[in-house]
């Protein structure tokens, strides 16, 4: 790996594999890839196909058996895993598939409950949630209104907006659309696109469905960067 990539790259992958326990098969191998820094990635993979693991390994939530992942310039598995908690609440945004939003808190408080792992003063975090929820179009009166008490579609906004709000420079994207029908998958992406677009952020968003596809330049299948036999 060269000092140019390391600057340039905001995922570098090589010779990576993973599983599960020490006597399991190997469900991931990447000999290489590459993502660039404001590069937005369509990362199409069936259930099995190795997916979620490669996405917990570029959290952080997961570290390799061999190979180094390497995101934003930080080899992960050098760091230990509270280090790999910290660079991940100050440097990435995750978009989980069921949002995991904590229902008995505010919309502004599940918001502000991640910002309490940035660099940002409270205040300062406060305003920019305000903000930020104003331009997923969640009006004021919604931002003392509960998580349970939200439509589907007011939580994903939420949960964009909790994954934006350390100004992260890598989104990680989890399958958020598997239960929408078209209209309101259509809806979600094309916010998520806008919000983006004011942003200097990289993106990987990992879906089943090849649609959804069409919102990318890149697009990955995950069957062509993971080798491991009999995946997942």
């Known amino acids: 790996m060269t000092q140019s990539q390391t600057d340039n790259s905001a995922i570098l992958l090589e010779n990576?594999?993973?599983?599960?326990?020490?006597?399991a098969p190997v469900v991931l191998s990447v000999p290489a890839w590459e993502v660039q820094r404001r590069e937005?990635?369509?990362?199409?993979?069936?259930?099995?196909?190795?997916?979620?693991?490669?996405?917990?390994?570029?959290?952080?939530?997961?570290?390799?058996?061999?190979?180094?992942?390497?995101?934003?310039?930080?080899?992960?598995?050098a760091l230990s895993a509270r280090k790999r908690d910290r660079f991940r609440a100050q440097n990435l945004g995750v978009v989980f598939q069921q949002f995991n939003l904590i229902p008995y808190l505010s919309v502004l408080d599940n918001v502000l409950l991640a910002a309490r792992f940035g660099e940002t003063d409270a205040a300062a975090s406060k305003q920019r949630a305000a903000d930020l929820l104003q331009r997923?179009?969640?009006?004021?009166?919604?931002?003392?209104?509960?998580?349970?008490?939200?439509?589907?579609?007011q939580q994903q906004r939420v949960a964009i907006v909790r994954a934006l709000?350390?100004?992260?420079?890598?989104?990680?994207?989890?399958?958020p659309t598997s239960a929408l029908d078209h209209a309101n998958r259509d809806a979600f992406l094309?916010?998520?696109?806008?919000?983006?677009?004011?942003?200097?952020?990289?993106?990987?968003?990992?879906?089943?469905?090849?649609?959804?596809?069409?919102?990318?330049?890149?697009?990955?299948?995950?069957?062509?960067?993971?080798?491991?036999?009999?995946?997942?």
């Open 16 to 23: 990576v594999t993973y599983r599960f326990s020490a006597d």
């Open 40 to 77: 937005k990635i369509f990362l199409q993979g069936e259930s099995g196909s190795g997916k979620s693991t490669l996405l917990a390994l570029l959290a952080g939530l997961q570290t390799p058996g061999t190979g180094e992942v390497t995101v934003l310039g930080t080899a992960l598995s």
């Open 136 to 153: 997923v179009n969640l009006s004021s009166d919604l931002h003392q209104r509960k998580a349970a008490q939200l439509s589907i579609g």
């Open 165 to 175: 709000i350390n100004s992260p420079s890598l989104l990680l994207v989890d399958e």
């Open 190 to 232: 094309t916010l998520l696109f806008d919000v983006l677009a004011e942003r200097d952020c990289a993106m990987v968003f990992v879906s089943h469905d090849p649609a959804i596809g069409q919102y990318f330049d890149s697009k990955v299948r995950v069957s062509d960067i993971n080798r491991a036999e009999g995946e997942g």
